[in-house]
């Protein structure tokens, strides 16, 4: 599965918009992007995930760059709830292909 | 509950015990994995199944650590004379496809193992 580089930490002021970049620029075409978050002594959450077109669902949107080498996932409003590790996650949509592989994330913390 | 419960929650072992930690994953979903999160870390591979069998045990660390899913539902994950590098969040996710392409994992609040 390709790599991925996202930032250590970010800040983003409660009900702002939170933009969090990724990097996956050997990604491959057959490979999805998709984002977890953990919160603090929590369990992963799946957010959103896609292949080439942008997506969208309640909790966040997934903006993916038409030569697939970066995404974005956008936090319209960011409560302090969403103060969480945000993992972008690159993944083979071939069928023995099951793992998710974490690297470490982008701790996002909202502020009041 | 209907998310993937994890028992227990927090576990403290001396050096050289056996421990055995519990998954009980979403009702009727075929796929389970085991996660081991180091402070600091993003949850790394251990183990998956498909319902009863063990399809993938690449990411167990060592011959002392044996996951098991015998009517392909509850999992075990057992760690035999356990060392300090042990220390770790124990994670179990599930999911209802066997495939599990396209959909998302469900996880558990995790076991925290410290290994004194």
């Known amino acids: 599965d390709a790599k991925t580089t996202q930032p250590t930490s970010m800040d983003c002021a409660e009900g702002r918009a939170a933009n969090l970049p990724c990097n996956h620029s050997?990604?491959?075409?057959?490979?999805?992007v998709y984002w977890y978050r953990q919160i603090h002594s929590q369990g992963p959450q799946y957010i959103i995930h896609?292949?080439?077109n942008n997506e969208t669902n309640e909790m966040a949107s997934l903006i993916i760059t038409e030569d697939r080498k970066s995404s974005t996932l956008i936090l319209p409003h960011a409560t302090l709830r969403d103060t969480a590790v945000y993992y972008c996650?690159?993944?083979?949509?071939?069928?023995?292909?099951?793992?998710?592989?974490f690297g470490k994330g982008t701790l996002l913390t909202v502020n009041p | 509950g209907a998310g993937v419960s994890q028992s227990p929650r927090y576990k403290v072992a001396k050096r050289g015990q056996d421990v055995a930690l519990r998954c009980d994953p979403i009702?009727?979903?075929?796929?389970l994995f085991w996660y081991q999160q180091a402070l600091g870390q993003g949850p790394e591979f251990l183990t998956y199944?498909?319902?009863?069998?063990?399809?993938?045990k690449s990411g167990l660390p060592s011959d002392r650590f044996f996951a098991e899913r015998p009517e392909g539902s509850v999992s075990t994950l057992k760690i035999q004379r356990t060392q300090q590098e042990d220390s770790a969040v124990y994670l179990c996710?599930?999911?209802?496809?066997?495939?599990?392409?396209?959909?998302?994992?469900?996880f558990g609040e995790g076991s925290r193992l410290t290994v004194l």
């Open positions: 996710a599930s999911s209802p496809s066997g495939r599990a392409i396209n959909r998302e994992l469900f």
């Open positions: 050997t990604i491959s075409g057959n490979e999805y």
């Open positions: 896609g292949l080439k």
């Open positions: 996650i690159v993944r083979s949509g071939g069928g023995s292909n099951y793992k998710l592989t």
């Open positions: 009702s009727g979903h075929v796929s």
């Open positions: 199944f498909q319902n009863e069998a063990q399809l993938d």
